[in-house]
């Protein structure tokens, strides 16, 4: 039995969630609303105010689903109450960015500064012109913008110059020594 998959799910106040017979889950919040598909070899029961999962047999793939579909609705659930967030950290001499209106502008040493829009419930914050921060209802789309930002100029392994995460630890590579 999947231990994360057999651990029920408490439903906040002020949360609802609606399962239809084609295992489409629909999780409505202050902050918003996320739906998300179920394999119909899981069985998902909502009573009042507690939510489990169950499986229909022992095999291999529908094993590995319990748990999957058990953590995407407690994600969905913790993201119309909470909400995600990713903090980069942009490091370098002239690296920076900016926000005006819903345009993020990140100059990273390029020829030509690089935009993203905000979209699909994702806002961008920029406390500093050193950090950005991606804030949404999805986990999936949060950590997905992200690595987007963070993919248009990783950080590099000498100087560790670069957009990187919050927290991540770069491993540094020894330069050339003298003569």
């Given at each position: ?7 029920t799910i ?161 491993r540094r ?7």
């Amino acid at each position: 039995m999947s231990r994360i998959g057999r651990q029920t799910i408490t439903v906040p106040a002020g949360v609802t969630v609606t399962v239809n017979e084609e295992n489409l889950v629909t999780v409505k919040g202050a902050k918003g609303t996320l739906t998300t598909q179920i394999n119909n070899k899981i069985t998902v029961s909502v009573d009042g105010a507690v939510i489990s999962v169950a499986r229909a047999d022992d095999e291999r793939e529908t094993r590995s689903l319990h748990g999957l579909s058990r953590t995407l609705i407690a994600n969905m659930i913790e993201g119309v109450t909470k909400g995600y967030s990713k903090t980069l950290e942009i490091v370098g001499v002239g690296y920076k960015a900016a926000k005006s209106g819903k345009t993020l502008t990140l100059n990273l040493g390029h020829s030509h500064p690089i935009v993203f829009e905000e979209k699909d419930g994702i806002t961008f914050d920029v406390p500093n012109s050193t950090t950005v921060v991606v804030n949404g209802i999805d986990k999936q789309t949060v950590g997905q913008i992200a690595a987007q930002i963070r993919e248009k100029r990783p950080p590099e392994p000498y100087l560790g110059k670069g957009v990187k995460y919050v927290g991540e630890h770069i491993r540094r590579k020894a330069g050339k020594t003298g003569k």
